[in-house]
């Protein structure tokens, strides 16, 4: 005969992972919540003031402007490094010695550490000693980053073009890998063209490895931090001034934590909206018949 | 158009094929009829798929040449050759509707939508998909896939041929055999020369007027599902047709017929002059499970053997038996009393065969059976 064991045991096998997750992201958290609703002004010193960080940090024009920048350039490299890596998958070698050495260049940005690119763009993009910039120069073109905010956008999204676009190409490049050799046996006898190909065969078969790509490519451009930081400092002026330095500088800077931490939440959740209205969109594409 | 004719052809998959292993299809020739319902038969690594896809020209043969009612069509790419090809898994696409899938190697040839859209009715109607017109293809059932699939061959009325690579493959039993009866039934409306790869007997012999039976690379029998029964030509064709293959047991020359073990085989004086001249040792003993004779008691000339076990197959049985060592499988009817123990069995002699080399030794050649003109 079985007995019927009543016991809450289980708990203890969950247990670590409630640990795990609450010291790396309740407890955390929270604590940028506590700081987001008081004025502290030393250890001993805080007064709760409600919403209030929450209302003037909606109305402050330096982080809206950043805000808004932060915008831009996330659609900037999507629109670019999205288009671009497909393009690059598609045209990469997929048999031979050649298609291991074109995997390894192209993984090669990936591999380096964020402030080294920074630091690589930096000396770079030199009007008067780096490669890219003295050759812009020297074709005729005015192009000085560190004076010129175009430049310097411009620089920027270079950078994070080159940076990041691989890994659009290597997804897709997996997700090519993915379709069988028939469906492009069938579209050549169905006199498929080269973009009918593409259209109906790869795009559709990419859509979930992009999906994945592109949620990705928003999250880390719309948190970028490093790579700017090192390369303009924010600069010219605010120019290339993004929300995870306006941030940093508010909080560190200026020692204004409640608003900093009020923005922060913000901040956390337009992320968490912008990724979740996408998903919700493609799920909802993917279901209509 | 399409009688679709091999000339000498041989293919590697190696840029320097040195020995005749080498070959995926080994030198061969061959001619499909136009209008006819052939399969092409084999297990797995044979050579069925490599054939196939010289033929619709996705691979392009190392020699030989591929002839479509006599024009070489070598070096004409797949898109140009007026054939369609069904995979063994359902290609469709995904993001079309089944109207559009249907609709896409016409839309490829610029053919006008009103047109268009006559003829992918009428073909959607003959594959009864034509409630299935509006849905997204990705949300079929598998054989659904499959009769688009086979349905983007069909609404092109420039196709003289289509090849079916193993199509059923993925497809449940019971649907299996309606869409046998389908493709059949286009066969007769259309006119149209299928070829049919498949490594699955009962398959092919529902589908197929004529069965090629591919083993090695090379064709080893070409003939309706009853000649290949009753008359296999090659060892292999004796084995992988029939349930179970026939029984092939290894035997030496000597006086009066064949001998295995201890056991003599006697042939008649005709075979016996046939054999003379051969100096092989690869010689085998073929009678198929159906044909060997139980004798109900001793009888004079039977072979004693050790029956081993029975199984019951419902309308049938089959019997394993030991011969002189040599085990051997007999299929009786249902009705017929199992012998336990000892049986006593003989070779009709009309239905013992006797390959050397692999090949069947054949005495009566033209007989009354006229062999149809290839």
Known sequence: MQRKVRDNKAWFLVLPVFILVAFSAIVPIMTVVNYSVQDIFDQNTAYFVGAEWYREMLRNPALLDSLGRQFFFSFSVLAIEVPLGILIALVMPTKGRMAAVSLILVAIPLLIPWNVVGTIWQIFSRADIGLFGYAVNAVGIDYNYTSDPTAAWLTVLLMDVWHWTPLIALLCYSGLRAIPEAFYQAARIDRASKWAIFRHIQLPRLKSVLVIGVLLRFMDSFMIYTEPFVLTGGGPGNSTTFLSQALTQMAIGQFDIGPAAAFSLIYYLIVLLVCYAFFTAINQLDKAK | ?374
């Open chain 2, 1 to 374: 158009m399409a009688e679709i004719r091999l000339k000498s052809l041989a293919h590697s998959y190696k840029s320097k094929p040195t020995s005749p292993n080498d070959y995926a299809i080994r030198e061969m020739n061959h001619v499909w009829h136009q209008g006819g319902a052939y399969a092409l038969l084999g297990p797995s690594g044979c050579g069925k798929s490599t054939l196939l896809n010289i033929i619709s020209g996705l691979l392009s043969p190392s020699n030989g040449e591929v002839l479509f009612d006599g024009k070489k069509v070598n070096d004409i790419p797949p898109e140009e050759r007026n054939i369609a090809q069904v995979f063994q898994f359902p290609v469709v696409y995904d993001s079309m509707t089944v109207f559009d899938n249907l609709a896409f190697p016409l839309r490829n040839m610029k053919m006008s939508e009103d047109k268009v859209h006559s003829r992918v009715i009428e073909i959607a109607a003959v594959l009864e998909l034509s409630d299935l017109l509006k849905n997204k293809a990705k949300n079929l059932t598998a054989d659904e896939k499959q009769k688009v699939s086979m349905g983007r061959g069909l609404v092109r009325s420039d196709v003289s041929a289509i090849l079916f690579d193993e199509p059923l493959t993925v497809i449940d039993p019971h649907l299996k055999w309606k869409l046998r009866r389908k493709l059949k039934q286009i066969h007769e409306q259309f006119n149209i020369t299928m070829v049919y790869v498949t490594h699955d007997q009962l398959e092919a012999s529902t589908f197929a007027d004529k069965i090629a039976v591919m083993y090695g690379g090379q064709i080893v029998q070409f003939g309706t599902p009853r000649e290949l029964f009753e008359k296999p030509n090659h060892a292999f064709v004796g084995y992988f047709i029939g349930s179970p293959g026939m029984n092939l047991i290894k035997a030496k020359k000597c006086k009066g017929g064949l001998m295995f073990n201890n056991t003599l085989v006697q042939l008649n004086p005709e075979m016996q002059v046939l054999l003379d001249p051969i100096t092989t040792s690869n010689i085998k003993i073929g009678i198929r499970p159906e044909f060997v004779h139980v004798w109900d008691d001793k009888a004079e000339g039977a072979f004693e053997c050790d029956v081993l076990h029975t199984e019951d197959l419902g309308t049938y049985k089959i019997i394993t038996m030991k011969l002189d060592g040599e085990v051997l499988k007999v299929r009786i009817h249902e009705d017929r009393i199992v012998p336990t123990k000892k049986a006593y069995i003989s070779f009709p002699e009309q239905w013992l065969k006797v390959y050397v080399d692999e090949y069947l030794v054949d005495i009566d050649e033209p007989e009354d059976e006229v062999k149809e003109t290839i």
